[in-house]
DNA sequence: GGACAAATGGACTTTACATGTCTAGCTGTC
DNA sequence: GACAGCTAGACATGTAAAGTCCATTTGTCC
């Protein structure tokens, strides 16, 4: 049997390599996710992982010095994830408004849903928040620049006329966030995108759609 | 407000009357089931039951005087809740088979479905057994006997025939529930009887209808 | 065979938190 | 005002999780 547990089949391990490593954390990660979701942050062990995982828990901590570290490192690797398909998404088919309709719909899927469901929701964006504010904090303002772009874009292109609501790309973008952040927050976070969200769209691509 | 968190609504509380207490008793096994379902009796904690239940952890302790009481009254509660529904199963219309079959479905969907698709299943199974042996083996008795006495019954009748497999009812009902739970330990356990458990039960109808 | 890397089980300290108990105080009823 | 029910909060105690360390095992490579 080989040393690594983390073989990708065929292929001998070349232990000492970035990949391996990387791979086990990935994997760590991946096992580490549901145990959170399950029973959120406090009440998950290292053990509990650890076991998840099907490694010990002294290996755990040769990958994170940390619960922590941990937690910080899930969270990194979701909104990194998730940010890659949000740019996919934003440079696909479609209208600006299809496409800003679908790189939500990511965002929303990548980094809301997976909790939205879990009774410990709550509890894990507080501990996301308290650990990993900066990462969360960069991402919604790399979307927001990314929303902002593909509005001031579409509006170039004539393709949506923001005179009429008197808005500048980087406020109607944030207006789209705060609004999406505020009807997840009171109903409960379907994946995808829900009524209230499709009807929020509807309102803006009526809003700022040129006439004739 | 009355001082009272139970009342019915429309009617005064009357306190220090037995209705109230056994109505809070209930509320907190009502609100308690499922925090043990989700965490198991370990992660669980009073804190957790409390808040569920919607009162203060200093409350709960003038309802159970641990948290091992509060498991054994659930418990109880859910043994002596199903068995009555068992013994109207058994009394119900249909062949012997149909009502055992009615009767152990109630049975499974009563006392192990509820736990059956958490993760923490078997902690709670064997805390169970650690906490309230006497009344899981003295419910499993009872239903042994209720099950016993519609065989016999049913034999005296004429409807089935047992000298064809030379089982007396006690046996042939102790068979019955040991194949259950060994169908259930294997599979997962659904609501109400798997495929399995209907394959059995036709076994069991083909082997003792007596002939003509 | 020996050198080496990776992973493990287990022992250990420290720290956090859950349990169970108690008291003083609040709220609404009679 | 007396009383009952509930509560918040403090408390001592015990359990267990976090984090650290090391001896040992397992498998790889030379």
């Known amino acids: 049997m080989s040393s690594c ?3 990708t089949v065929g292929s001998k ?9 990387e791979q086990k954390t990935m994997h760590i990660l991946d096992a580490a996710l549901p145990v959170f979701v399950r029973f ?3 009440k998950a062990t290292m053990a509990d992982i650890a076991r998840a995982a099907g490694i010990s828990r002294a290996s755990l901590y040769l990958s994170f010095n940390s619960k922590e570290d941990l937690f910080r490192a899930g969270s990194a690797r979701a909104h990194r994830q998730t940010m890659a398909e949000v740019e996919v ?20 899927r990548g980094l ?5 469901g879990s009774a410990e929701a709550r509890e894990l964006f507080e501990v996301n928040m308290a650990l990993a504010a900066d990462i969360t904090l960069e991402t919604r ?6 929303l902002s772009l593909a509005l001031h874009e579409a509006a170039a292109k004539g393709e949506i006329d923001l005179g009429a609501v ?4 980087a406020s109607l973008a944030g207006i789209i966030l705060a609004a999406m952040s505020g009807i997840k927050e009171m109903r409960g976070a379907e994946p995808g995108l829900g009524d209230d969200t499709r009807l929020f769209m509807r309102l803006l691509r009526a809003a700022v ?3 004739g």
């Open 40 to 42: 959120g942050f406090r």
């Open 209 to 211: 759609t040129p006439p």
């Open 13 to 21: 391990c070349q232990c000492v390599c970035m990949i391996s490593t």
């Open 166 to 169: 008197e808005a500048q790309p």
């Open 141 to 146: 303002e790399r979307l927001l620049d990314l």
């Open 89 to 108: 998404a934003l440079k696909g088919q479609g209208s600006v408004f299809d496409r800003i309709e679908a790189a939500i719909a990511t965002f929303q």
């Open 5 to 7: 547990l983390f073989d």
């Open 112 to 116: 809301i849903a997976p909790f939205g």
